[in-house]
């Protein structure tokens, strides 16, 4: 955003008619001072300060800077207090002796073109008062530039760096802003500089390559006295990225820029946010370091820019800058009021209107773009997509989370297992109820016409329960906001984003486990198994790749934020380019270019390498003293080092130690060096470096070499170290770690470091970082030998006592630290690195359309980097552009079978422990056995090694036992640790692997933890509740014998060695969830799952409460035969994928139309593993199910339940699995039966048909299902046309099957009484004003607003943002009467109130007659342009001051009630009232001869009639209404009147009335103990209530002090409390309260409904509350009066 120069708002000739009643306060004085808009205190003067600093106009010589209070007083009226000048100000003609000098102007008379760089902006409607510049002038059009100083002389800087102190600070600006500058225009006219905000368009399709990162640098405040805006990078922060952060909506939009100013809106890793309103921030959080070379730029819906060619502009606003004296949210109704009025979609328009109303929420933080940002995103858009769409929006969308209370849900376990089991705290399930009952299936299955299913005894069935809603609202955690962000109005609200929506950003806030759906479903049935995954199932059809640019942290995985730009921590790298390259044994394999890189890199045909002057070099090392080390010059394939390492004497005078960096070797004692002088291998152990391009063609920067070193090792208990340094020719030269190789050899000599040969790999190969100098980069490559002789802690060893020296850690700069150890450099020139837009076509995500089968090939030559792995998580395709893997869609089953659960330890010692499945990527590679290279070996047995590929990976059980194999070594029994110190958290190998081990902490109980395979099982087994709910409780072996040391000797002890996962132990755990028991089997009477008292836990545990028992998992075919698709589909709850893509499967011969059948090619037909393949009802596509049921039986067998799946894998949580259940969870609400009738009957009602008809319904619901709908035009046989995506839920098939199937049209439906409706009193006023063609006034800008704030209170409904949840009104309103005892309802009917009839009556009158106003009751803005607030006269014509008015007008008087009954009632009015009003038009323009007079007369008229109030056809009852007479008052009898008043809302009674210490002290210390310490009422809280005289157990109670007047009123005798009344007038619980009451417990409108009646068993049918009460009055009165 920035100040758009416009030169505009002319004045001297142009005269207040010209201006059309508009013009600005004109500032005119000293310079830098500020300009119309209110920047300061709101004094409404524009001039940011008071008025004791004002500076008032005096002398024919000086303008007015501004008017203080008593000048504007005297000039506008009788105003007590300074504001904006009204109807603008007085022609002003700059005098002729006018001292230019003392104002700041621009001479526009000098411009060479003026009639093409002065550009006039809405001439018509501004009277050509307002200019664009075109032109860029220079400074000799500036007469008298400003010398933008402040009052102290301080330069003012760059006004976009200023901060809000700036603005605001000792309760006056710092700075006096905006020098007002004037031009002097063509035509001896001047105008005044317009200081205008200009905004740019982040669309989705189109994000800003920059992410507002150019003005967020140029907006950043430099600190201690530096300039502003110099590139230095340690400032503060004012404004914000404008870059949307990714998330699932947007993902697929996003672009990789590179822009070196790109910057990202989340703070970077471990940088931390602050509070925007005490605080800035260094810009370089948000410019990240790969700037320029890959940063993902993701846009927003309806996120565009004004046309800055339109002077009509919205002026904007925020919490800190003030631009306008019309509040934002005005301007936004006008935006809403347009579009909903003149946009070319009027049905989408409507739609989205009436969507609104069921995804209804509030306004809370008074920011309308909010809600107007989600009004278009989801429901306008929601034509164009489908209502599970909105749904998933509105998921995610801030103010709905906010709204219905599920903004800040963490899973129950989150809070305990942090707080150290202290604070439990379970999801709210406000959204999970509401998210069932308000938009998508209702209380009770319906029909697909929406008629109720009646279970036998003719009652209603409802969709879900308790436990449903209980284990959504699991699934409704851990979705935080994304960070704030440089849109306007997000700006500086918070450090979050209420804008955008909220994505699942932390796997620890989710609970993990089952969660059970509608009837005996669970959530993720028929999903694939995570275990049948195939090998490298990253090569698979459907995998998935998102973009992360420089990015190394994805968002789908958990890693730590110390991975962040970390160059040690490697990611799996692809292959880009291949070639031959020769083992140091000769043994040849082929370093092949990877297809998926090309898949995903997508490259590009006219790619070429960047040209260099290097010029050829011969490969071969020379010393070069420069440096003090070799180096080789030039382009070159290979860099040798030869025997240059190996030619030092320790004692020559100046000798090199071969290093750049001034590295010294280890000295040994001068005893142990050679008689008679020579070569030294023991301080010259590095003997030679080799680096080779893998590719074969000349090493750049980003390519593959490969490592070699000779050493003379000692023993393979020495260690080899490899280091880079990409920086060489830096005085410090910044060394990376590469590796740690053991030389595989038993005797001292000379030797290649290789790795075994068994990993298919024995050069260490590594991939340059890239090249950016554009002609060439020094890269030196660094070999460190720690030896295995020598001195340790000071203590000399001689050769054959070995210490451990090679089990430490490398060193951070391999420079040698013990004697024997040796290090050296090698320093080469490599070529310039291709940038990588230049090499691929990247893509936000990439979908593999095919899967790969090139890991499989026979060709064992053939080596690829990926081949190797059994799962991925972020790679590099090239180096600093990283991709995430995402994984298709599947579950995993927690409940474990024996053979495939073993034990898995995590924490550096092993501390922690828990059951995996061995079949999935669970764990780090780790390894055991062969300790050959550790001393003591009988103390260290236990220890562990990591060999891993990337960091951060995880194998599966297999794919750990054969990369151990791989290394010589074996699966850990059970290890002790990783690494024999405590200070270094692993023996490493390979890739710094072993720093992927940590414990994080005490208390962090999720995250930061990864596990190590071992071999030894691990028994799943179960705790269960006294109703029934389950926790999975993991039961490893936790002692063990174990070596510790004793007195220096080591002795074996039998000791625990692990604690199981707090998450899943028996004592800890709180993550209960519901299953579904087998009832098949258990008499009646009995509970269907283990009990302590119904039947003594089966054989189990009895804990306390809780039985704990053992768990068998039983796995069976289900069918074997042929079955139909019906059964497949009921009977198969475990999916498959696709069995095509797996070529361990075979088409079966027995088939049929619906089923397909895939044997397993070493399995019979109709095994466990055949699959079945039918079509998915739901989406059309394939749905592929396992022929196997799994149960789980609990205790000694007598109870079982079908296995749940759970998309999470406890050992290895990740984001996937979080959006997955997410999307399976709302896919299976929308799926659910009752989704399209209830979805469509809630529509139908709101587009006019309160009481859908059956068949209406019906059609709208096979419409939702099938995703089209195909409309007959009744004129013409045989005409159709089709609407709807295919898609389920498809919105545009449900727009036409609610307003194109006869229902909606047949005059005998319009004539059905029960059809058609009330309508919205707002839409009756949208009805009037687009049918009237509302205009706004030429002099009316959309800045001022068009619509009150106060619509809603006055009229019952308005634009959007009702007070709650349950919108403006209750779908299922009845009024009463006749419509109650027909059972009809009236939804809009309950807006029929005195004040609404008056209200909109009042606002349509209004309308008619003084335009859109706040005149007589009006709703329009409360604006006008001149001096005095008057409404005028409706028969000027004119609406002089008004903001819009209705600009029909017919031709003739004729056609008036005609046109008007047309547009206002679409023809629906009744022979009497067109008659009756047709009479009284015609008497109108007989009388007056005025066709608006006629207009007036009819529209009055017309608004008055039944048919423009309803949707239906008016008949006359032919009956005279009579009124109801009054009762005679019997003088001698006492007269009372109850009266029953309800409060609508939600009231917490135990902090209303509680028992008083005073008078109930152990009832009241009973209550604060269940209520807990933050939710009771202290006595300083409460009032005291006597009640001495009553029969209750407490002499006294206490009310809520807030309630005082009503404690007054009792204490007075004038209240009384009725305690513990309601609808449950028995105890009952969740099991028996359906049986034993008829009252519903889950809706809202139910609740309201039940609160009348207060009668749970319908004892008094047709009673409420005060008939109820006085039918139990009777009981102890004699008479009631």
Same mark, same amino acid.
């Given at each position: 955003?920035?100040?758009?120069?416009?030169?505009?708002?002319?004045?001297?000739?142009?005269?207040?008619?010209?201006?059309?009643?508009?013009?600005?306060?004109?500032?005119?004085?000293?310079?830098?001072?500020?300009?119309?808009?209110?920047?300061?205190?709101?004094?409404?003067?524009?001039?940011?300060?008071?008025?004791?600093?004002?500076?008032?106009?005096?002398?024919?010589?000086?303008?007015?800077?501004?008017?203080?209070?008593?000048?504007?007083?005297?000039?506008?009226?009788?105003?007590?207090?300074?504001?904006?000048?009204?109807?603008?100000?007085?022609?002003?003609?700059?005098?002729?002796?006018?001292?230019?000098?003392?104002?700041?102007?621009?001479?526009?008379?000098?411009?060479?073109?003026?009639?093409?760089?002065?550009?006039?902006?809405?001439?018509?409607?501004?009277?050509?008062?307002?200019?664009?510049?075109?032109?860029?002038?220079?400074?000799?059009?500036?007469?008298?530039?400003?010398?933008?100083?402040?009052?102290?002389?301080?330069?003012?800087?760059?006004?976009?760096?200023?901060?809000?102190?700036?603005?605001?600070?000792?309760?006056?600006?710092?700075?006096?802003? #905006?020098?007002?500058?004037?031009?002097?225009?063509?035509?001896?006219?001047?105008?005044?500089?317009?200081?205008?905000?200009?905004?740019?368009?982040?669309?989705?399709?189109?994000?800003?390559?920059?992410?507002?990162?150019?003005?967020?640098?140029?907006?950043?405040?430099?600190?201690?006295?530096?300039?502003?805006?110099?590139?230095?990078?340690?400032?503060?922060?004012?404004?914000?990225?404008?870059?949307?952060?990714?998330?699932?909506?947007?993902?697929?939009?996003?672009?990789?820029?590179?822009?070196?100013?790109?910057?990202?809106?989340?703070?970077?890793?471990?940088?931390?946010?602050?509070?925007?309103?005490?605080?800035?921030?260094?810009?370089?959080?948000?410019?990240?370091?790969?700037?320029?070379?890959?940063?993902?730029?993701?846009?927003?819906?309806?996120?565009?820019?004004? #046309?800055?060619?339109?002077?009509?502009?919205?002026?904007?606003?925020?919490?800190?800058? !003030?631009?306008?004296?019309?509040?934002?949210?005005?301007?936004?109704?006008?935006?809403?009021?347009?579009?909903?009025?003149?946009?070319?979609?009027?049905?989408?328009?409507?739609?989205?209107?009436?969507?609104?109303?069921?995804?209804?929420?509030?306004?809370?933080?008074?920011?309308?773009?909010?809600?107007?940002?989600?009004?278009?995103?989801?429901?306008?858009?929601?034509?164009?997509?489908?209502?599970?769409?909105?749904?998933?929006?509105?998921?995610?969308?801030?103010?709905?989370?906010?709204?219905?209370?599920?903004?800040?849900?963490?899973?129950?376990?989150?809070?305990?297992?942090?707080?150290?089991?202290?604070?439990?705290?379970?999801?709210?399930?406000?959204?999970?109820?509401?998210?069932?009952?308000?938009?998508?299936?209702?209380?009770?299955?319906?029909?697909?016409?929406?008629?109720?299913? $009646?279970?036998?005894?003719?009652?209603?069935?409802?969709?879900?329960?308790?436990?449903?809603?209980?284990?959504?609202?699991?699934?409704?955690?851990?979705?935080?906001?994304?960070?704030?962000?440089?849109?306007?109005?997000?700006?500086?609200?918070?450090?979050?984003?209420?804008?955008?929506?909220?994505?699942?950003?932390?796997?620890?806030?989710?609970?993990?486990?089952?969660?059970?759906?509608?009837?005996?479903?669970?959530?993720?049935?028929?999903?694939?198994?995570?275990?049948?995954?195939?090998?490298?199932?990253?090569?698979?059809?459907?995998?998935?790749?998102?973009?992360?640019?420089?990015?190394?942290?994805?968002?789908?995985?958990?890693?730590?934020?110390?991975?962040?730009?970390?160059?040690?921590?490697?990611?799996?790298?692809?292959?880009?380019?291949?070639?031959?390259?020769?083992?140091?044994?000769?043994?040849?394999?082929?370093?092949?270019?990877?297809?998926?890189?090309?898949?995903?890199?997508?490259?590009?045909?006219?790619?070429?390498?960047?040209?260099?002057?290097?010029?050829?070099?011969?490969?071969?090392?020379?010393?070069?003293?420069?440096?003090?080390?070799?180096?080789?010059?030039?382009?070159?394939?290979?860099?040798?080092?030869?025997?240059?390492?190996?030619?030092?004497?320790?004692?020559?005078? !100046?000798?090199?130690?071969?290093?750049?960096?001034?590295?010294?070797?280890?000295?040994?004692?001068?005893?142990?060096?050679?008689?008679?002088?020579?070569?030294?291998?023991?301080?010259?152990?590095?003997?030679?470096?080799?680096?080779?391009?893998?590719?074969?063609?000349?090493?750049?920067?980003?390519?593959?070499?490969?490592?070699?070193?000779?050493?003379?090792?000692?023993?393979?208990?020495?260690?080899?170290?490899?280091?880079?340094?990409?920086?060489?020719?830096?005085?410090?030269?910044?060394?990376?770690?590469?590796?740690?190789?053991?030389?595989?050899?038993?005797?001292?000599?000379?030797?290649?470091?290789?790795?075994?040969?068994?990993?298919?790999?024995?050069?260490?190969?590594?991939?340059?970082?890239?090249?950016?100098?554009?002609?060439?980069?020094?890269?030196?490559?660094?070999?460190?030998?720690?030896?295995?002789?020598?001195?340790?802690?000071?203590?000399?060893? !001689?050769?054959?006592?070995?210490?451990?020296?090679?089990?430490?850690?490398?060193?951070?700069?391999?420079?040698?630290?013990?004697?024997?150890?040796?290090?050296?450099?090698?320093?080469?020139?490599?070529?310039?690195?291709?940038?990588?837009?230049?090499?691929?076509?990247?893509?936000?995500?990439?979908?593999?359309?095919?899967?790969?089968?090139?890991?499989?090939?026979?060709?064992?030559?053939?080596?690829?980097?990926?081949?190797?792995?059994?799962?991925?998580?972020?790679?590099?395709?090239?180096?600093?552009?990283?991709?995430?893997?995402?994984?298709?869609?599947?579950?995993?089953?927690?409940?474990?079978?024996?053979?495939?659960?073993?034990?898995?330890?995590?924490?550096?010692?092993?501390?922690?422990?828990?059951?995996?499945?061995?079949?999935?990527?669970?764990?780090?590679?780790?390894?055991?056995?062969?300790?050959?290279?550790?001393?003591?070996?009988?103390?260290?047995?236990?220890?562990?090694?990591?060999?891993?590929?990337?960091?951060?990976?995880?194998?599966?059980?297999?794919?750990?036992?054969?990369?151990?194999?791989?290394?010589?070594?074996?699966?850990?029994?059970?290890?002790?640790?990783?690494?024999?110190?405590?200070?270094?958290?692993?023996?490493?190998?390979?890739?710094?692997?072993?720093?992927?081990?940590?414990?994080?902490?005490?208390?962090?109980?999720?995250?930061?933890?990864?596990?190590?395979?071992?071999?030894?099982?691990?028994?799943?087994?179960?705790?269960?509740?006294?109703?029934? $709910?389950?926790?999975?409780?993991?039961?490893?072996?936790?002692?063990?014998?174990?070596?510790?040391?004793?007195?220096?000797?080591?002795?074996?002890?039998?000791?625990?060695?692990?604690?199981?996962?707090?998450?899943?132990?028996?004592?800890?755990?709180?993550?209960?969830?519901?299953?579904?028991?087998?009832?098949?089997?258990?008499?009646?009477?009995?509970?269907?799952?283990?009990?302590?008292?119904?039947?003594?836990?089966?054989?189990?545990?009895?804990?306390?409460?809780?039985?704990?028992?053992?768990?068998?998992?039983?796995?069976?075919?289900?069918?074997?035969?042929?079955?139909?698709?019906?059964?497949?589909?009921?009977?198969?709850?475990?999916?498959?994928?696709?069995?095509?893509?797996?070529?361990?499967?075979?088409?079966?011969?027995?088939?049929?139309?619906?089923?397909?059948?895939?044997?397993?090619?070493?399995?019979?037909?109709?095994?466990?593993?055949?699959?079945?393949?039918?079509?998915?009802?739901?989406?059309?596509?394939?749905?592929?199910?396992?022929?196997?049921?799994?149960?789980?039986?609990?205790?000694?067998?007598?109870?079982?339940?079908?296995?749940?799946?759970?998309?999470?894998?406890?050992?290895?949580?990740?984001?996937?699995?979080?959006?997955?259940?997410?999307?399976?969870?709302?896919?299976?609400?929308?799926?659910?039966?009752?989704?399209?009738?209830?979805?469509?009957?809630?529509?139908?009602?709101?587009?006019?048909?309160?009481?859908?008809?059956?068949?209406?319904?019906?059609?709208?619901?096979?419409?939702?299902?099938?995703?089209?709908?195909?409309?007959?035009?009744?004129?013409?046989?045989?005409?159709?046309?089709?609407?709807?995506?295919?898609?389920?839920?498809?919105?545009?098939?449900?727009?036409?099957?609610?307003?194109?199937?006869?229902?909606?049209?047949?005059?005998?439906?319009?004539?059905?009484?029960?059809?058609?409706?009330?309508?919205?009193?707002?839409?009756?006023?949208?009805?009037?004003?687009?049918?009237?063609?509302?205009?706004?006034?030429?002099?009316?800008?959309?800045?001022?607003?068009?619509?009150?704030?106060?619509?809603?209170?006055?009229?019952?409904?308005?634009?959007?943002?009702?007070?709650?949840?349950?919108?403006?009104?209750?779908?299922?309103?009845?009024?009463?009467?006749?419509?109650?005892?027909?059972?009809?309802?009236?939804?809009?009917?309950?807006?029929?109130?005195?004040?609404?009839?008056?209200?909109?009556?009042?606002?349509?009158?209004?309308?008619?007659?003084?335009?859109?106003?706040?005149?007589?009751?009006?709703?329009?803005?409360?604006?006008?342009?001149?001096?005095?607030?008057?409404?005028?006269?409706?028969?000027?014509?004119?609406?002089?001051?008004?903001?819009?008015?209705?600009?029909?007008?017919?031709?003739?008087?004729?056609?008036?009630? #005609?046109? $008007?009954?047309?547009?206002?009632?679409?023809?629906?009015?009744?022979?009497?009232?067109?008659?009756?009003?047709?009479?009284?038009?015609?008497?109108?323009?007989?009388?007056?001869?005025?066709?608006?007079?006629?207009?007036?007369?009819?529209?009055?008229?017309?608004?008055?009639?039944?048919?423009?109030?309803?949707?239906?056809?008016?008949?006359?009852?032919?009956?005279?209404?009579?009124?109801?007479?009054?009762?005679?008052?019997?003088?001698?009898?006492?007269?009372?009147?109850?009266?029953?008043?309800?409060?609508?809302?939600?009231?917490?009674?135990?902090?209303?009335?509680?028992?008083?210490?005073?008078?109930?002290?152990?009832?009241?210390?009973?209550?604060?103990?269940?209520?807990?310490?933050?939710?009771?009422?202290?006595?300083?809280?409460?009032?005291?209530?006597?009640?001495?005289?009553?029969?209750?157990?407490?002499?006294?109670?206490?009310?809520?002090?807030?309630?005082?007047?009503?404690?007054?009123?009792?204490?007075?005798?004038?209240?009384?409390?009725?305690?513990?009344?309601?609808?449950?007038?028995?105890?009952?619980?969740?099991?028996?309260?359906?049986?034993?009451?008829?009252?519903?417990?889950?809706?809202?409108?139910?609740?309201?409904?039940?609160?009348?009646?207060?009668?749970?068993?319908?004892?008094?049918?047709?009673?409420?509350?005060?008939?109820?009460?006085?039918?139990?009055?009777?009981?102890?009165?004699?008479?009631?009066?």
């Amino acid at each position: 955003m920035y100040a758009e120069e416009v030169v505009g708002n002319q004045f001297g000739e142009t005269t207040l008619e010209q201006m059309g009643n508009y013009a600005f306060q004109i500032l005119v004085g000293a310079e830098c001072s500020s300009s119309y808009t209110d920047r300061g205190v709101e004094d409404f003067k524009g001039d940011g300060s008071i008025d004791t600093q004002q500076i008032k106009g005096s002398g024919s010589n000086q303008l007015a800077r501004s008017y203080d209070s008593a000048q504007c007083n005297s000039k506008c009226g009788s105003f007590n207090f300074a504001r904006y000048v009204k109807g603008g100000n007085p022609e002003v003609n700059i005098p002729s002796g006018f001292d230019l000098s003392t104002i700041s102007y621009l001479d526009l008379t000098k411009l060479p073109n003026p009639s093409t760089q002065l550009v006039k902006l809405n001439p018509e409607k501004f009277h050509e008062s307002s200019w664009r510049m075109t032109a860029n002038l220079d400074t000799s059009f500036v007469s008298n530039p400003p010398s933008c100083t402040d009052e102290n002389g301080d330069a003012i800087p760059d006004a976009a760096g200023l901060s809000y102190n700036d603005y605001f600070s000792s309760g006056r600006g710092k700075y006096n802003l #905006d020098a007002p500058i004037f031009a002097k225009m063509p035509g001896n006219k001047w105008a005044l500089h317009d200081y205008r905000s200009k905004f740019q368009a982040n669309t989705l399709d189109n994000p800003l390559a920059d992410a507002g990162g150019s003005e967020l640098k140029r907006a950043r405040r430099a600190v201690n006295g530096e300039p502003y805006g110099d590139g230095t990078p340690d400032v503060d922060l004012v404004t914000r990225c404008s870059n949307v952060e990714a998330n699932i909506f947007n993902e697929e939009f996003c672009q990789i820029s590179y822009d070196e100013n790109a910057c990202e809106t989340t703070p970077a890793a471990g940088a931390g946010k602050s509070n925007p309103s005490t605080s800035y921030e260094d810009a370089g959080k948000y410019i990240p370091a790969y700037a320029g070379r890959g940063v993902v730029v993701c846009g927003s819906d309806n996120e565009v820019a004004p #046309d800055q060619s339109d002077d009509d502009y919205y002026a904007v606003s925020n919490r800190k800058l !003030n631009s306008h004296r019309i509040s934002y949210t005005d301007q936004i109704r006008t935006v809403w009021m347009e579009q909903a009025l003149y946009a070319e979609d009027q049905a989408c328009q409507k739609l989205a209107w009436h969507l609104s109303k069921i995804f209804a929420y509030s306004n809370g933080h008074g920011e309308e773009e909010i809600i107007i940002n989600t009004y278009d995103s989801a429901f306008v858009a929601s034509c164009a997509s489908t209502y599970a769409e909105v749904v998933n929006k509105m998921t995610h969308n801030v103010q709905m989370a906010e709204q219905l209370t599920f903004s800040s849900n963490k899973a129950a376990a989150y809070e305990w297992h942090r707080s150290l089991h202290t604070k439990k705290n379970y999801p709210d399930e406000n959204y999970a109820r509401e998210n069932m009952q308000l938009h998508q299936i209702g209380l009770q299955k319906l029909h697909e016409d929406g008629s109720p299913i $009646l279970d036998k005894f003719g009652n209603e069935i409802p969709n879900y329960t308790q436990e449903n809603i209980f284990a959504a609202s699991k699934i409704f955690t851990g979705l935080g906001r994304s960070s704030r962000r440089g849109n306007y109005n997000d700006l500086d609200r918070s450090t979050t984003s209420y804008l955008d929506p909220m994505s699942q950003n932390s796997i620890e806030q989710k609970d993990w486990f089952p969660k059970i759906s509608f009837d005996t479903k669970y959530i993720g049935d028929q999903y694939p198994l995570c275990a049948d995954l195939p090998g490298r199932h990253f090569l698979q059809k459907g995998a998935k790749f998102v973009a992360l640019g420089g990015n190394n942290l994805g968002r789908y995985h958990h890693d730590p934020n110390s991975y962040y730009l970390d160059d040690e921590v490697q990611k799996l790298q692809l292959n880009f380019e291949g070639g031959a390259s020769v083992n140091p044994a000769g043994s040849p394999f082929t370093f092949a270019a990877s297809p998926l890189f090309d898949k995903i890199c997508r490259r590009k045909q006219s790619f070429q390498h960047p040209a260099s002057t290097l010029a050829e070099g011969s490969g071969q090392a020379e010393y070069d003293s420069s440096i003090g080390a070799p180096k080789c010059h030039g382009r070159v394939s290979r860099c040798d080092s030869g025997e240059l390492l190996g030619t030092r004497y320790p004692n020559e005078p !100046n000798d090199s130690h071969n290093t750049i960096d001034g590295c010294e070797d280890g000295i040994p004692e001068a005893s142990e060096f050679p008689v008679g002088g020579g070569i030294s291998d023991i301080t010259e152990s590095v003997k030679q470096i080799i680096v080779e391009a893998v590719g074969g063609s000349v090493i750049r920067g980003g390519s593959w070499v490969s490592i070699q070193a000779k050493v003379v090792a000692n023993h393979i208990r020495d260690k080899v170290d490899y280091y880079y340094a990409a920086d060489a020719a830096a005085a410090n030269p910044d060394w990376k770690f590469i590796t740690t190789v053991s030389p595989l050899v038993d005797e001292i000599g000379e030797h290649f470091v290789t790795l075994p040969r068994t990993v298919r790999r024995e050069k260490i190969n590594f991939r340059l970082p890239n090249c950016d100098d554009p002609d060439h980069c020094d890269v030196a490559f660094r070999v460190a030998l720690r030896s295995s002789r020598g001195i340790k802690n000071g203590a000399w060893k !001689n050769g054959h006592n070995l210490n451990d020296d090679g089990s430490h850690k490398p060193y951070d700069d391999g420079c040698a630290k013990d004697p024997y150890d040796d290090t050296d450099d090698l320093v080469l020139q490599v070529l310039p690195s291709p940038r990588p837009q230049d090499m691929c076509d990247f893509q936000a995500t990439i979908t593999l359309d095919q899967s790969f089968s090139y890991c499989d090939d026979d060709d064992s030559s053939k080596f690829y980097m990926e081949c190797h792995v059994d799962t991925l998580r972020v790679l590099e395709l090239l180096p600093g552009v990283y991709y995430e893997y995402v994984r298709l869609p599947c579950v995993n089953m927690p409940f474990i079978a024996d053979l495939d659960s073993v034990k898995v330890v995590a924490n550096h010692n092993m501390r922690t422990a828990m059951c995996a499945d061995k079949r999935l990527a669970s764990a780090t590679s780790t390894c055991c056995g062969h300790y050959s290279d550790r001393l003591p070996t009988s103390g260290y047995t236990a220890y562990a090694d990591m060999f891993s590929e990337y960091r951060g990976e995880r194998l599966t059980f297999n794919g750990n036992s054969d990369r151990c194999l791989d290394w010589g070594r074996e699966v850990c029994a059970d290890p002790t640790r990783i690494g024999p110190h405590s200070m270094w958290t692993g023996h490493c190998q390979h890739h710094m692997s072993c720093k992927d081990n940590s414990d994080g902490g005490e208390g962090r109980w999720l995250d930061s933890i990864w596990y190590h395979w071992t071999s030894q099982a691990c028994e799943i087994k179960v705790k269960i509740d006294v109703e029934g $709910l389950v926790a999975i409780v993991h039961a490893p072996e936790t002692f063990a014998w174990r070596w510790e040391r004793q007195g220096g000797t080591w002795v074996l002890v039998w000791s625990k060695i692990h604690d199981v996962l707090p998450l899943v132990d028996f004592d800890k755990t709180v993550s209960f969830f519901s299953v579904h028991w087998d009832k098949s089997n258990v008499a009646a009477g009995k509970l269907v799952y283990p009990h302590a008292s119904d039947n003594l836990c089966d054989g189990g545990d009895i804990r306390g409460d809780f039985c704990f028992c053992s768990t068998t998992v039983q796995e069976e075919a289900v069918f074997d035969g042929l079955p139909t698709k019906a059964e497949v589909i009921d009977e198969l709850h475990i999916g498959a994928f696709d069995p095509t893509e797996n070529d361990k499967y075979d088409l079966y011969g027995d088939q049929s139309d619906d089923v397909k059948v895939y044997i397993m090619i070493t399995e019979d037909a109709y095994a466990k593993e055949t699959i079945f393949q039918v079509v998915n009802e739901y989406n059309g596509e394939f749905l592929y199910l396992k022929n196997v049921r799994s149960d789980v039986s609990v205790c000694n067998g007598a109870f079982k339940f079908r296995s749940p799946p759970a998309f999470y894998n406890v050992a290895n949580p990740d984001l996937v699995s979080a959006n997955q259940e997410m999307e399976a969870y709302l896919q299976s609400v929308i799926n659910h039966d009752s989704a399209p009738p209830f979805t469509c009957k809630s529509l139908i009602k709101l587009f006019g048909s309160s009481n859908p008809s059956p068949d209406h319904v019906l059609r709208c619901s096979q419409a939702f299902k099938s995703g089209t709908f195909l409309f007959s035009d009744p004129e013409e046989l045989g005409a159709t046309l089709s609407f709807g995506s295919g898609k389920r839920s498809s919105m545009h098939a449900i727009l036409a099957a609610i307003v194109l199937p006869p229902e909606s049209y047949s005059p005998s439906v319009v004539m059905d009484p029960a059809s058609g409706g009330v309508q919205d009193p707002f839409e009756k006023v949208l009805h009037v004003m687009r049918s009237m063609k509302l205009t706004r006034s030429l002099h009316h800008r959309r800045s001022d607003g068009l619509l009150q704030g106060n619509v809603v209170s006055k009229i019952g409904s308005g634009s959007y943002g009702p007070k709650d949840q349950f919108s403006f009104y209750s779908p299922d309103f009845v009024p009463v009467g006749t419509f109650l005892e027909a059972g009809l309802t009236s939804p809009p009917g309950e807006l029929a109130t005195l004040n609404g009839i008056h209200g909109l009556s009042n606002a349509l009158y209004s309308l008619l007659r003084f335009g859109l106003s706040a005149c007589t009751g009006g709703i329009g803005i409360d604006w006008s342009r001149n001096l005095y607030n008057t409404c005028g006269n409706y028969r000027d014509g004119h609406y002089t001051n008004t903001a819009a008015y209705l600009s029909y007008s017919p031709s003739e008087a004729s056609n008036v009630v #005609d046109d $008007l009954a047309l547009l206002l009632t679409s023809n629906r009015l009744s022979p009497e009232n067109r008659h009756m009003i047709e009479t009284q038009v015609t008497l109108s323009y007989d009388a007056k001869g005025s066709i608006s007079e006629a207009v007036q007369v009819a529209t009055i008229l017309i608004m008055s009639t039944p048919e423009f109030h309803t949707w239906n056809t008016a008949s006359m009852t032919e009956t005279a209404r009579t009124a109801t007479p009054p009762v005679p008052k019997n003088l001698h009898v006492p007269y009372k009147v109850l009266v029953h008043v309800n409060l609508f809302g939600g009231m917490d009674s135990m902090n209303m009335l509680v028992p008083h210490p005073d008078g109930c002290p152990s009832l009241y210390d009973e209550y604060k103990l269940y209520r807990g310490s933050d939710n009771y009422v202290a006595v300083t809280s409460m009032d005291k209530l006597d009640a001495t005289t009553s029969e209750q157990p407490c002499t006294h109670f206490g009310v809520n002090n807030v309630l005082h007047h009503l404690a007054e009123m009792y204490n007075e005798g004038d209240a009384a409390f009725f305690a513990n009344i309601g609808h449950l007038q028995k105890a009952v619980n969740r099991y028996n309260f359906q049986a034993e009451t008829s009252a519903q417990l889950f809706s809202h409108h139910s609740m309201k409904e039940e609160m009348f009646k207060v009668d749970a068993f319908r004892s008094r049918s047709g009673t409420g509350v005060v008939s109820s009460f006085l039918i139990s009055y009777l009981f102890f009165a004699s008479h009631i009066y």
